[in-house]
């Protein structure tokens, strides 16, 4: 019969000893970083440039049209192609990044669209305007690729999701922002209202690179540059405990290529490190993990903007007229209804991610928006068939616009920049995301400067069938290919993919093995441990 238990040090405890009370407290919950909160925060400000953009361009449109005598086609140009234009931006920040660092690209973004707020706020004519909307892309473009990027390499695992999803909070803050910023100034003569509009944008770019100074480096990147020192300080500052930073290292270590036993400050690292041979990893020779990754990664940031996000915030008061709002005033007002929902929602998502995780939520955001998107052609098809002011349809179509851009805010609109910066590998993350957010930009600014020309096309109802159908086949792509990576370290991410629709199989049997360890491992100690 067995005895008594025996402890590893040697000392015995009787398998009824006495507990006390605070034994029987449920653990606490760790701490999250407020350091790391912070400057993902400081990070995350970078898309704030977008939003601003895209929601006051959707005003300063009317008014610059009237200013220069711009047709419909030139001021879906004006409006759309800075999406296109940040296409450069976004392909060149992931080259940069590796070069000189996550943080100082940050920068970069930052003086690239101070100047470009500056030349659209002074510009005398179309051409000129025109300069300084692809001056503005640019800078957008290196914002959108960078900050998740920089946002998911310095957050630890148990709050990735939450971080991560920052910086589509901040551009739904900057879409509110330019929504109230066209109301208030559409108060002062149209000559200049449009320019105060456009200019007062370059003031976040200010605070964003002023907010660089107080950021350290990504610890991902300097174990890239071989400055594991300076990595470790970084990671004790921003994981969870020092186990925690501890094993990030190791991870990290493991993945740039580097020994575990090799503990220096500063370490020899390969030519790669710097981004060399990425492409060749990416496209020509890719693992059958790299091959879905690519997949995932292109995939998501194609359908967030196919299904119409941008049509409906971009050209939310030529929607609204369309569906019987007449007075300027009151379509600028429930504009700002529309950036209230989507900042409400985002702000809903983030609590969301790390607890629900990615695949419910963006299933469920797909779905939302396929019923909004129906409902939403509907009524617009009953307006647009009635002789008389249908207000049950109006009233539907606010409601419907309402609830499409809150479906969206919630699951795939922050889903996007999250997944796609946390599955690539180190190795290819800052190119490989990069080239998420180009076809991101690519769709955007097809969507955005054909708009108003296939609404005439098909009417406007049409279109919004049109994007109902594409959010449905986006459905079906992630229920069947997406992976959850909740919870999971960034280097343990990649173990994952590799099998498209059989990934369920494979993460089962994964489950199994560790199950089958542990129990194992345990096993072992109870022999160990017992007299």
Known sequence: MAGPDVERNGSTTHPYAEK????????????????????????????????????????????????FNLTDVQIELL?????????????????????????????VAGVIFFFGAILMGFATNYAFLMVGRFVAGVGVGYALMIAPVYTAEVSPASVRGFLTSFPEVFINTGLLFGYVSNYAFSKIPAHL??????????????????????????????????????????????????????????????????????????????????????????????????RHI???????????????????????????????????????????????????????????????????????????????????????????????????????????????????SIGLGPIAWVYSSEIFPLRLRAQGTSIGVAVNRLISGTISTSFLSLYHAITISGAFFLFSGIATVSFIFFFTCFPE??????????????????WRSVLKDQKRKKTDNTSENDGQIQLGTRI
């Not at 760790?30 to 440039?49: D, E, F, G, Q, V």
């Not at 192609?81 to 940050?106: K, Q």
């Not at 964003?208 to 300097?222: H, I, N, Q, Y």
């Open 79 to 107: 409006s759309g192609t800075i999406n296109i234009y940040s296409l450069v931006g976004s392909a060149m920040a992931g080259r940069t990044s590796d070069w000189i660092g996550r943080r100082y690209t940050i920068v």
């Open 193 to 290: 209202g449009w320019r105060f509009m456009l200019g007062i944008g370059a003031i976040p770019s200010i605070f964003m690179a002023l907010g660089v100074l107080a950021m350290p480096e990504s610890p991902r990147w300097l174990v890239m540059q071989g400055r594991l020192g300076d990595a470790k300080r970084v990671l004790d500052r921003t994981s969870d405990s020092r186990e925690e930073a501890q094993l990030r290292l190791l991870a990290i270590k493991e993945a740039a290529g580097i020994p575990e036993d090799c503990n220096d400050d500063i370490v020899q690292v390969n030519k790669k490190s710097h981004g060399e041979g990425v492409w060749r990893e990416l496209f020509l020779h890719p693992t059958p993990a790299v």
């Open 294 to 408: 690519l997949v995932c990664g292109i995939g998501i940031h194609f359908f967030q903007q196919a299904s119409g996000i941008d049509a409906v915030v971009l050209y939310s008061p030529r929607i609204f007229e369309k569906a019987g709002i007449k007075s300027s005033n009151d379509q600028l007002l429930a504009t700002i209804a529309v950036g209230l929902a989507k900042t409400s929602f985002i702000l809903v998502a983030t609590f969301l991610l790390d607890k629900v995780g990615r695949r419910p939520l963006i299933l469920s955001s797909v779905g939302g928006m396929i019923v909004s998107l129906l409902t939403l052609a509907l009524a617009l098809l009953a307006i647009d068939h009635s002789s008389k002011k249908l207000s049950w349809a109006i009233g539907l179509s606010i409601f419907s616009v309402l609830a499409f851009v809150g479906s969206f």
């Open 20 to 67: 006390t009370l605070p034994d029987f407290d449920p653990p606490k919950k760790p701490k999250r970083n407020k350091y790391a909160i912070a400057i993902a925060i400081l990070a995350s400000m970078t898309s704030i440039l977008l939003g601003y953009d895209i929601g006051v361009m959707s005003g300063a449109a009317k008014f610059i049209k009237g200013q």
């Open 485 to 502: 990576t909740q919870g999971r370290n960034l280097e343990d991410v990649e173990m994952l993919f590799g099998h498209f629709i059989k």
